[in-house]
């Protein structure tokens, strides 16, 4: 008799199918940790908190890579589909992402690995970036509705790199990667509202990757605060009050977006939700003002309520396989 295979068919199908984008799971944990590292500084939270959340965030992060490694060996098929897919292609640099990101927060617990991280985030980042770059403007197969916010991503995507970068003493590669994602951001902003206005409006399955026009001028005024020395200058403001009105725009637009069934998508909300908190908490920062001390509370719960929730939709999806099936 033939040994039987490593894995059943519905394990196998659940291997083939693991969803790249999952990987955006990493980014909002990441981005509550964060958040709650912050809110130890600013709201007297316990700093317990933070550490506890980075642990869970480097677990996952190491469960997913490893998942996908395996996915990789067993269907190479698969995992080059996603590497050439239009839209697909834009969560692969969500891993580097997720290494600054965990490099931010190990800056204060431990130095050199914090150091490892960001030099192997930013590395793998740049790389990526040029890639998906090459594959826009040499293309053969991107349409219109093939542009959604998850665009922002790759290219977008460099303007973490400073945060931690400037901590750390690379302050000209920290302006360098500042630059790519503050020019490319407007770049792709534009083309993404062109799309959104006069094409056909995005599926379903999209809508929540509308949060992510969050995210860009959330970090960037986050990022240009560590470049610019932690100066706070109207060009500062101009970045935080543009984030507070795409977070405006969209919360009066809760009643459609409740509506959607939940996809892998749904963690388009997460990390957008933690770049403002963090941000809205950095204004409280600056300025000591009573409103900004009620956002940056009540934009910690509301992170840390989605988060959760994302959580258990994502747990219940996995158990039941409905996260793993096919396009």
Known sequence: MSEPSSLTPSASQRLQHFPIALIAMVMGLAGLTL?????????????????????????VLLIITCIYLLKTLRFSRAVVDEFNHPIKISFFPAFSISLLLIATATLEL??????????????IHLLLTLHVMTQWIHHSRFKVQHSTPAWFIPVVGNIIAPIAGTQLGYTEASWFFFSIGLLYWLVLK??????????????????????????????GYISYLHLNQGMTDNFAHILYYTSMFIMLLLFTQLQRFSRIRFFVSWWAYSFPLAAFCIATQTMLTHTGSGFFLLLSWLALIVVTFVVCLLLVKTLRAIISGALFQPD
């Open 110 to 123: 431990s130095p050199p690995l914090s150091r490892y991280l960001w030099i192997s985030g930013a590395a």
């Open 190 to 219: 534009t083309l993404i509202f062109n799309r959104l206005l006069f094409h056909d409006p995005l599926p379903e399955k999209m809508l929540p990757t509308l949060f992510i026009m969050i995210a860009p001028p959330a970090i």
């Open 35 to 59: 958040s709650w590292q912050k809110a130890a500084h600013t709201l007297g939270m316990s700093p317990r908190v933070g550490q506890v959340l980075l642990v869970i965030t480097a677990c």
